[in-house]
C-alpha cells in the first residue's frame, strides 16, 4: 500500500506531504485546484513519461517521493534487480527543468522501464479515460482473457501459431513465378562461375599485398641485406670477428680477475647472436628471387581481388561466404518444388494443431465469458442498473484460416441498459456515466484475482449523481476492504464514504499560485461535503445534511464489516 507522497514543485504544487490510510482514501477539491496533479505526481513516480512542463515555473526541478509497504511481489523485484530493502520500499523520481528526468528505487539508481515494471506490481491507475476505452472492441478479448486467467493456455497457443507462421514464411520465400525462377538462376549462376573461377582464399590478400610491397622495394632491399650481411660477417673487419676476438681478450682477463666472468659470458652470448643474425640475413638474400613475371602476375591477381571486393562490397571471407550462400540458393531453387511440398504437408498438419488449440481456447473462453457476465450484471445491478444486461458476444474470425495471433475468436461486450431494449454495442447504448458504472464493475470483478495492492480512480464519477453516485460509494468501499482505493471525486457520497479524506485548494500568495493539500479531521469533512452539496453557501442546513450522511456512511460502513 502506498503510505506517503511527497511532492516538491510539480506544477502548482510547491511541497505537499501526504499520508494515505488503509481502505478508502479520497481526495475533493474546486476544478482546477490541482487534483489530477496529485494523481499525475503518482504516475510520475510509477514511471510514466514526464515533460519539463511538470517543473514549477522557476524552479530547477522536480521530485516526487513515495514510500509503499513491501509486499512479496515488489520483495521478488528487488532480488532480481540486487536492490536491498527493509521492510519499506522507498521510490523517488526527479524532473529536471530541461525534461530530463531520473529514477531511484531505495536509493540505488534505475531505469524508467525497470521503475515501471515494479509500478505493475503496486498500482493500478484507473484514469478518466478508461471507461472509453470499453467502447474500443479490440481491448474485449483482453479484458475477458484477464478475467479468464487464461495467460497458460494463450502461451501454448502463441507457440503453434508461431510455429505455422514461421512455415507460411518459408514457402512463401520459395514460391517464384517460373520467369523470376530463371532470372535468379542466370544471376546465381554468374556469380558463382565468377566467385569459383577467382579460386578465393583467406588471406591471400593480405600475403599478396606483403609481397608486392617486398619486390617494389627490391633493389633497397637487396643492398640493405649486402651491407649488413659484410658488416656482420663477410667484410675483412666483421662485427663477428671482432666479438670473437674481444671474447679471447676478455678470458685472458678474467684468468687474472675472475669478477670478469660474467662480461665473457656475455661477449659469448654477443657471438651467438650476431651469427645468428649473419645466418638470417644470408638466407633471405639467398632466398630471393626476383623477377618481372613474378610483379606483374601479382598485381594481376591483386587488381581481380580489389575488383571483387568492391563488386560485392566484401572482403576475401565473406566472397568465400557469398559463394557458400550462392550455392545453396541455387540450390534451394533448383529444389523448391520440393521442399515446397514438404513444407506444405508441415504446414497443413501445424493448421490443424493450431485449429485444434484455438477450439479447445475458444471452449474456455465461453465458459470464462458465462462467469464475466453473470459478474458484471450483479456488479452493475448493486451499482443501480437493475435491468442491464451483458453479454459478451463471439463470432469467428474473418480470414482464410479461421484463425488469427488471438484464436478463432472474435468478441465484443454488448449491453442492454433498459428492460425492454435490445443488447447492442456498448459505444452506441451506455451514457457516460454508465461507462463509469461498467469499468468500477469489471475493475471490481478483476480486482479479487489481481495481488495489486493499491487501486486509484481519478473521478469514476463522471456523468453520474443521485442514487447511481451513492451505489458508486457503496462499491468502493467493498473494493477498499481488501485493497487500499484512493479516489478524486466531486461526488458527496464518495466523499462521506472515505476513510481518510483530503481536500486540494489553491491559493495566490505574492502573485504566484499555490496548490495545498490538507487531511481533513470529522469537523473538516462535514464542511467540505456540505460544499460538495451547495456549493460556496454552506448553511446551516446543508452543514446538517453533510453530518447526517457522514453518519450514514458510518453505518453503511459497520453494517459491512460486520456482514460474514
Known amino acids: 500500500m502506498l503510505n506517503e507522497l511527497h511532492i516538491e514543485n510539480v ?39 514526464v515533460s519539463r512542463e511538470l517543473v514549477r515555473r522557476g524552479a530547477d526541478r522536480a521530485v516526487v517521493t513515495a514510500s509503499f509497504d513491501l509486499s512479496e511481489e515488489a520483495g521478488s523485484f528487488l532480488r532480481d534487480n540486487e536492490i536491498d530493502a527493509e521492510d519499506e520500499l522507498i521510490i523517488q523520481r526527479r524532473i529536471n527543468a530541461d525534461g530530463k528526468s531520473s529514477c531511484r528505487i531505495c536509493g540505488v539508481p534505475v531505469s524508467a522501464v525497470q521503475l515501471k515494471e515494479l509500478a505493475s506490481t503496486l498500482v493500478d491507475i484507473h484514469g478518466q479515460n478508461d471507461g472509453r476505452q ?3 472492441e479490440r481491448r474485449h478479448l483482453d479484458y475477458l482473457d484477464r478475467f479468464g486467467g487464461l495467460s497458460p493456455i494463450l502461451a501454448e497457443y502463441g507457440e503453434l501459431y508461431d510455429n505455422y507462421t514461421a512455415i507460411k514464411r518459408q514457402i512463401d520465400s520459395l514460391v517464384l513465378d517460373e520467369e523470376e525462377k530463371d532470372r535468379l538462376r542466370d544471376r546465381l549462376g554468374f556469380r558463382i562461375s565468377e566467385l569459383e573461377s577467382a579460386d578465393l582464399k583467406s588471406g591471400e590478400y593480405d600475403e599478396i599485398s606483403s609481397r608486392l610491397t617486398l619486390l617494389r622495394n627490391s633493389e633497397k632491399l637487396t643492398e640493405a641485406i649486402e651491407n649488413a650481411c659484410a658488416l656482420l660477417y663477410d667484410g675483412d673487419e666483421n662485427a663477428v670477428s671482432l666479438a670473437q676476438n674481444a671474447e679471447g681478450y676478455a678470458q685472458r682477463a678474467a684468468a687474472l680477475a675472475p669478477e670478469l666472468e660474467g662480461s665473457v659470458k656475455s661477449i659469448r652470448d654477443a657471438v651467438f647472436s650476431l651469427t645468428d643474425a649473419a645466418e638470417l640475413l644470408r638466407d633471405l638474400r ?9 610483379y606483374d602476375r ?111 475468436d472474435t468478441i465484443r461486450f454488448v449491453m442492454s441498459a433498459n428492460a425492454g431494449e435490445e443488447l447492442g454495442r456498448i459505444s452506441r447504448i451506455a451514457s457516460g ?72 485548494s489553491k491559493s495566490e500568495r505574492g502573485g504566484r499560485t499555490y496548490t495545498d493539500v490538507t487531511a481533513l479531521g470529522q469537523q473538516g469533512r462535514a464542511q467540505e461535503i456540505a460544499r460538495l452539496y451547495g456549493g460556496d453557501n454552506v448553511t446551516a442546513l446543508t452543514l446538517a445534511s453533510a453530518e447526517e450522511q457522514l453518519a450514514a456512511c458510518e453505518a453503511y460502513k459497520i453494517k459491512k464489516k460486520d456482514r460474514p
Open 286 to 294: 639467398d632466398s630471393l628471387d626476383f623477377s618481372p613475371e613474378e
Open 11 to 49: 506544477a502548482v504544487i510547491e511541497r505537499a506531504d501526504i499520508s494515505f490510510g488503509p481502505g478508502l482514501n479520497v481526495l475533493t477539491g474546486e476544478t482546477g485546484a490541482g487534483k489530477s496533479i496529485v494523481i499525475d505526481s503518482i504516475g510520475a513516480v510509477l514511471g510514466d513519461r
Open 433 to 504: 456515466g454508465e461507462l463509469s458504472r461498467i469499468m468500477l464493475a469489471m475493475k471490481n470483478v478483476f480486482a479479487e484475482n489481481d495481488p495489486i495492492p493499491t487501486m486509484i480512480f481519478d473521478e469514476i464519477d463522471s456523468g453520474v449523481s443521485g442514487v447511481a453516485a451513492q451505489r458508486i460509494a457503496e462499491k468502493l468501499y467493498s473494493v477498499s476492504l481488501g485493497k487500499q482505493v484512493m479516489c478524486v471525486t466531486h461526488l458527496p457520497q464518495i466523499a462521506a464514504m472515505a476513510d481518510s479524506h483530503f481536500v486540494i
Open 134 to 136: 470499453l467502447t474500443d
Open 298 to 408: 601479382l598485381e594481376s591477381r591483386l587488381s581481380l581481388l580489389n575488383r571483387l571486393q568492391r563488386k560485392y562490397n566484401a572482403d576475401e571471407t565473406g566472397l568465400i561466404a557469398l559463394l557458400d550462400e550462392s550455392r545453396r540458393k541455387l540450390d534451394e531453387i533448383d529444389s523448391a518444388d520440393e521442399t515446397i511440398s514438404r513444407l506444405e504437408r508441415e504446414l497443413d498438419a501445424s493448421r490443424a494443431s493450431v485449429l485444434k488449440k484455438a477450439q479447445v481456447l475458444s471452449e474456455v473462453r465461453k465458459k470464462a465469458a458465462e462467469e464475466l457476465e453473470r459478474r458484471i450484471v450483479g456488479e452493475l445491478r448493486d451499482l443501480s442498473m437493475p435491468s442491464v444486461r451483458f453479454a459478451v458476444d463471439f463470432s469467428a474470425v474473418a480470414n482464410e484460416e479461421g484463425f488469427n495471433a488471438r484464436g478463432c
